[in-house]
């Protein structure tokens, strides 16, 4: 018969690297806002690298761990679904950094740092509700959810007013073209983080 101590150690290292995918995450969404308030700065790609880089190794222990262990603090279709939530968010962002490296001279006078501003606080809010997943509380959750949406659906509104940009006619077609596809990712990488928080908040719902 395993001890609840067992138990429980094997849920700390779950949580542990659940943690540490969502705070590699904020961090590439971190070092996109800090790209974005100086956008006539040339700006390394480490930072959203590195990110990727840590994410992709929590992702990978998660995976072996799912495979080593026998018992898991939750069930592990559900650790396997926030892991894959987590991982699409740097990945999101960094698709975003690269093609803005390569396009940030066709881009001015076009301000993408009030909606990074919204993505790095939306990654923020996964954190708190990955950190608070352990206690299983849902009314913490509920609350953290509800600022996840709002967040979202203030970004939504941020992203419409730069779609007027786009169809408000003083744009070539290949502008267009080009700032609709900068738009959508970034909606993405917004989307990608409301997706994380509702698989921590259904994982919350399920057990509390």
Same mark, same amino acid.
């Given at each position: 018969?395993?001890?609840?101590?067992?138990?429980?150690?094997?849920?700390?290292?779950?949580?542990?690297?659940?943690?540490?995918?969502?705070? &590699?995450?904020?961090?590439?969404?971190?070092? $996109?806002?800090?790209?974005?308030?100086?956008?006539?700065?040339?700006?390394?790609?480490?930072?959203?690298?590195?990110?990727?880089?840590?994410?992709?190794? *929590?992702?990978?222990?998660?995976?072996?761990?799912?495979?080593?262990?026998? !018992?898991?603090?939750?069930?592990?279709?559900?650790?396997? %679904?926030?892991?894959?939530?987590?991982?699409?968010?740097?990945?999101?962002?960094?698709?975003? %950094?690269?093609?803005?490296? $390569?396009?940030?001279?066709?881009?001015?006078?076009?301000?993408?740092?009030?909606? *990074? #501003?919204?993505?790095?606080?939306?990654?923020?809010?996964? @954190?708190?509700? @990955?950190?608070?997943?352990?206690?299983?509380? $849902?009314?913490?959750?509920? #609350?953290?959810?509800?600022?996840?949406?709002?967040?979202?659906?203030?970004?939504?509104?941020? !992203?419409?007013?730069?779609?007027?940009? !786009?169809?408000?006619?003083?744009?070539? &077609?290949?502008?267009?073209?080009?700032?609709?596809?900068?738009?959508?990712?970034?909606?993405?990488?917004?989307?990608?983080?409301?997706?994380?928080?509702? @698989?921590?908040?259904?994982? *919350?719902?399920?057990?509390?």
């Amino acid at each position: 018969m395993f001890s609840l101590q067992t138990i429980f150690g094997h849920g700390k290292q779950f949580y542990d690297l659940l943690d540490q995918a969502a705070a &590699a995450a904020h961090d590439s969404t971190k070092a $996109l806002h800090a790209m974005l308030r100086e956008p006539t700065r040339t700006h390394s790609l480490d930072a959203f690298k590195l990110a990727r880089q840590r994410e992709r190794e *929590a992702s990978d222990k998660i995976s072996q761990a799912l495979v080593d262990s026998f !018992i898991t603090p939750i069930e592990r279709e559900d650790i396997e %679904a926030l892991g894959s939530a987590l991982y699409r968010i740097p990945k999101q962002v960094e698709r975003f %950094a690269d093609r803005y490296a $390569l396009a940030q001279h066709r881009l001015e006078g076009i301000d993408f740092a009030p909606r *990074a #501003a919204m993505l790095e606080q939306a990654a923020g809010v996964v @954190v708190e509700m @990955v950190k608070e997943l352990p206690k299983l509380r $849902l009314e913490p959750m509920k #609350a953290l959810s509800d600022r996840l949406r709002v967040l979202e659906a203030e970004a939504d509104r941020l !992203i419409l007013e730069l779609y007027r940009d !786009i169809y408000s006619g003083r744009l070539e &077609a290949t502008e267009m073209f080009l700032l609709k596809e900068f738009f959508e990712i970034l909606e993405k990488a917004i989307d990608r983080c409301r997706e994380a928080g509702v @698989v921590a908040y259904e994982i *919350a719902l399920k057990n509390s």
